[in-house]
């Protein structure tokens, strides 16, 4: 019996399966082949398709899976979860199954339909962070005291939002990464969710105008936290020492939330994507191009950027004002 034969039968476990395997194959191919396979997926990503399947593993599944199985485990989803989630699900079981070899029951007419009937029945729309506009933002800026954290936490709001980072790419952001030139800050994003392979890109930061300098504020953090090498977000703990640790990404959520609800503010709606969605939204709002916004944002396509324009423009010459 072949290696792809007997994975495609044998029920798996989730701690079995190995991702980045082909087919079932690792097994026989050379070390640095595997090596080599083990870094074709990020590790957020295998952690994201290991909880799917995990959660799959308690409601009763098993991979390899009958198309029958995965059309009732999507079913018993709709009731507490949306399609975005669900389709999530159908790609961890797809993948799981093309790693151990096995046929693929989400291809199946079974399942396909199944999808159909809950994009239809719960619809494909997805709910949003509220984007963080620049004047809201200067609001929770003109909150900020002058302690080691505010310093920290005005220096992560600011230079979050003018450099449309994702939360992820903030938090790995080190001192290495920015060079401060006569016009601002340039800095390097090494990688991003996008870019995978550390291509790399640079997003130009000028020196504001406005009373919240996004460069001002993180020289000030970097120079009274006396941060030379290493990360530029450093973990505090609850007494306010400044800790040698990089920060986390919920880290960065938390301080939004925080923030704004000092601010008086509603933070329900608001997460670590509302300075990226803010800084887009904000910069269309200003009348920046949406050229010179992608620039910013990375974002490669108007389609993609789209996504990120909270309804900025939806009153600008609507079709009934000149009716009415």
């Known amino acids: 019996?072949?290696?792809?034969?007997?994975?495609?039968?044998?029920?798996?476990?989730?701690?079995?399966?190995?991702?980045?395997?082909?087919?079932?194959?690792?097994?026989?191919?050379?070390?640095?082949?595997?090596?080599?396979?083990?870094?074709?997926?990020?590790?957020?990503t295998k952690r994201a398709y290991a909880s799917d399947l995990r959660h799959f593993e308690a409601w009763g599944g098993m991979i390899p899976a009958s198309p029958e199985m995965v059309a009732t485990y999507l079913a018993h989803l709709t009731i507490a979860h949306k399609?975005?989630?669900?389709?999530?699900?159908?790609?961890?079981?797809?993948?799981?199954?093309?790693?151990?070899?096995?046929?693929?029951?989400?291809?199946?007419?079974?399942?396909?339909a199944t999808m159909r009937g809950i994009r239809r029945t719960l619809g494909?729309?997805?709910?949003?962070?509220?984007?963080?506009?620049?004047?809201?933002?200067?609001?929770?800026?003109?909150r900020l005291g002058d302690r080691p954290k505010d310093a920290r936490d005005r220096a992560m709001l600011i230079f979050g939002f003018s450099t449309a980072m994702r939360r992820s790419e903030l938090v790995a952001l080190d001192v290495g990464d920015v060079e401060f030139t006569t016009r601002g800050a340039l800095v390097t994003l090494r990688r991003s969710k996008t870019d995978q392979e550390a291509a790399g890109r640079k997003i130009a930061v000028p020196f504001g105008r406005t009373r919240h300098c996004p460069v001002a504020a993180l020289i000030h953090w970097l120079e009274i936290?006396?941060?030379t090498a290493g990360p530029i977000?450093?973990?505090?703990?609850?007494?306010?020492?400044?800790?040698?640790?990089?920060?986390?990404?919920?880290?960065?959520?938390?301080?939004?939330?925080?923030?704004?609800?000092?601010?008086?503010y509603d933070p329900a709606d608001f997460s670590g994507h509302s300075l990226r969605s803010g800084f887009a939204t904000a910069a269309v709002?200003?009348?920046?191009?949406?050229?010179?916004?992608?620039?910013?944002?990375?974002?490669?396509?108007e389609a993609s950027l789209a996504r990120y324009i909270r309804d900025v423009d939806l009153f600008d010459d609507a079709a009934s004002g000149r009716l009415l």
Not at 285 to 301: E, F, L
């Open 285 to 301: 709002m200003a009348g920046a191009s949406t050229y010179k916004v992608r620039q910013t944002t990375g974002h490669r396509s």
């Open 233 to 264: 977000f450093l973990a505090m703990n609850k007494h306010g020492h400044i800790l040698r640790g990089r920060i986390s990404g919920e880290v960065v959520s938390n301080v939004i939330k925080t923030r704004l609800e000092n601010a008086g």
């Open 1 to 44: 019996m072949s290696a792809e034969t007997s994975q495609a039968t044998v029920p798996l476990r989730v701690s079995e399966i190995n991702f980045t395997d082909r087919g079932g194959l690792a097994g026989m191919l050379p070390d640095n082949v595997r090596d080599l396979l083990s870094n074709s997926l990020a590790s957020a």
């Open 225 to 227: 936290a006396a941060i």
């Open 124 to 142: 494909t729309a997805q709910r949003q962070a509220q984007a963080l506009l620049r004047d809201d933002l200067f609001a929770v800026l003109d």
């Open 83 to 112: 399609s975005a989630t669900i389709q999530r699900r159908v790609a961890s079981i797809s993948k799981a199954h093309q790693a151990a070899g096995a046929n693929n029951p989400t291809k199946t007419e079974i399942v396909r």
